[in-house]
């Protein structure tokens, strides 16, 4: 019996022995026993994300689980090329910022943990990002401009995450978000120390090695290993793989043989994350229940399921 049956099943003899009636303190009962054997870690979620209110983000969260979330902020507002003209502001998807999200963490301390993040061409970026790093945040992130990933202004980023010791989480998006992608692996060789999270659609789709027209962000059927995404997990050491979002969930069910494997091999190296906007925190409106459902139906064995599920974010992130 593995850790988690075991649980499942102590948590069983517990409700047998309970006199109270069941239907009275089952629920909470099981809600325990679940958390407690299966914590989860989401690595990227957003505040005010398409105007959600707080009360229903922290019922999602419970909802699909997670006993810790790190929110991601969006940077100040601004029009410039970095931001398509402001587009990208709020994360092209209303995310609050560094501010707001600090704020909720002190009050939500137990469940929840902030990214720091700015525009990255802004003379102020790494000030304002440093600071938000020495009041806690766990990573800079969400990192959704458009820039080129190995221009000066990243590279400042890239340093300063190396002096605090933190991850980057960068959206990926061809044309949109992150350019040069072909180009990232002269930074993981400069910066071999700071740890690099892939996500977003370019990261997901170049799992394929046949992947060649990159205007298709959602690419379906069989792929090929070898793709570019899966070599940088392969032979960098600072290289993860953040599961989050759409792109994360076709990525993950478009070739369920690939994808069985894909888990074991970088088993140490993909993190759970939801990024689902949703207010259900369940059903097929619900990216995160998805992604979670999808992890446990195809990893290998319970313990790939954990590293993928907590393990790995609880060490890359030392929560
Ligand atoms: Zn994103
Ligand atoms: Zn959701």
Partial sequence: MNRRDFLRT???ALLTVDPRPSTERAPAYSDF???AADPIIDIHQHLGYSGRPDAVLLAHQRAIGATTTILLPAGRPATRPSTHDG???????????NEACARFVRAHRNAFRFGANEVPDLDSATR?????????AVMIAEQKFGVECDSPEMQKIYALAGAHDVPVLMHWQFTMYNFGFERFHTMLEKFPRVKFLGHAQTWWASIDRNHTDQTVLYPKGPVTPGGLTDRYLSDYPNMYGDLA??????????????TRDFLTRHRHKLLFGSDCDDREGGGPTCLGAQIIATIRRLAANPEIERQLLHDNAKRVFRL
């Avoid at 587009?87 to 910022?97: D, I, T, V």
Wanted: overall charge negative; aromatic content about 4%; charged content about 20%.
């Fill in 128 to 136: 304002e990002i440093e600071s938000y790093l020495k009041r806690g």
């Fill in 33 to 35: 026993a679940q958390a």
């Fill in 10 to 12: 102590s948590a069983l």
């Fill in 245 to 258: 979002a759409g792109s994360g969930l076709n990525a993950l069910t478009r070739d369920e043989d690939f």
């Fill in 87 to 97: 587009l990208a502001n709020g994360l092209q998807a209303q995310a609050l910022g």
